[in-house]
């Protein structure tokens, strides 16, 4: 079975310092995995994906995620916070090759002047 | 090129009163998603279409909730009758197969429906 684990349900920093959102997997098999991001009233923007190619992935916005196996973590991270990073970011493992995406609960983002 | 359409945006409606949402994919996208996000939590699928086949439903409560998708494109989401418990965010998401096998293809989302039932 495929799980997924958001760490923090909230996280606050200010604008300009650096941004770690964790998550945690577990997948019986070789899993892709998700980062995607909710602004309020809006629809759910992917932010970038792994497919078993480079570990390090990077995505729009700045946003670069770290595949680790021994971890069985997919954090995602930027060097600088913006106010308009402000969203809840949702964490997501699906088994390769099937198209049911296994959601985390979300971490709230929150960017302070 | 659009994204994935939904509507209504919002819905208020009253307990045992029946409610359908509307999907309209991205162009060329053969399959089809609902979801359903309650406050506070991260989406779960309800079904998934390929093409006019609905696939998965497994997470469908069939007593109340049907789903369909005519000439494999457009698709309705029904609610008869809704309940309290049903109110939540009802988002339809498309994709296109790459390949069979390979990796999981990418879901975009369109804005959602808000359901509040009263």
């Known amino acids: 079975a495929q799980s997924v684990t958001q760490l923090d349900s909230h996280v606050s920093v200010s604008e300009g310092t650096p941004v770690l959102l964790r998550c945690n997997y577990s997948?019986?098999?070789?899993?892709?995995l998700f980062w995607y991001v909710q602004h309020p009233n809006k629809g759910l923007q992917l932010l970038l994906k792994?497919?078993?190619?480079?570990?390090l992935v990077k995505g729009i916005n700045g946003f670069e995620a770290e595949f680790k196996k021994s971890e069985t973590s997919f954090h995602l991270t930027k060097p600088s916070a913006h106010m308009s990073d402000a969203a809840e970011y949702f964490c997501?493992?699906?088994?390769?090759?099937?198209?049911?995406?296994?959601f985390g609960a979300g971490t709230r983002l929150a960017v302070h002047p | 090129e659009a994204g994935v359409v939904q509507s209504p945006r919002y819905k208020i409606i009253e307990k045992k009163q029946p409610v359908a949402f509307w999907c309209n994919p991205i162009?060329?996208?053969?399959?089809l998603y609902w979801y359903r996000q309650n406050l506070g939590q991260g989406p779960e699928l309800l079904i998934r279409?390929?093409?006019?086949?609905?696939?998965?439903d497994s997470q469908l409560p069939k007593d109340r909730f049907s789903a369909e998708r005519l000439k494999g494109v457009d698709s309705t989401l029904k609610i008869q009758p809704a309940e309290l418990g049903d109110s939540a965010v009802y988002l339809c998401?498309?994709?296109?197969?790459?390949?069979?096998?390979?990796?999981?293809?990418?879901?975009?989302f369109g804005p959602g429906t808000r359901l509040t039932v009263l």
């Open positions: 279409y390929e093409n006019e086949e609905a696939v998965d």
């Open positions: 997948s019986s098999y070789s899993p892709s």
């Open positions: 792994y497919t078993s190619a480079a570990t």
């Open positions: 162009s060329g996208h053969n399959t």
């Open positions: 998401a498309s994709s296109i197969r790459i390949l069979a096998g390979g990796p999981t293809d990418t879901q975009y």
């Open positions: 997501v493992v699906s088994v390769r090759g099937y198209n049911k995406l296994i």
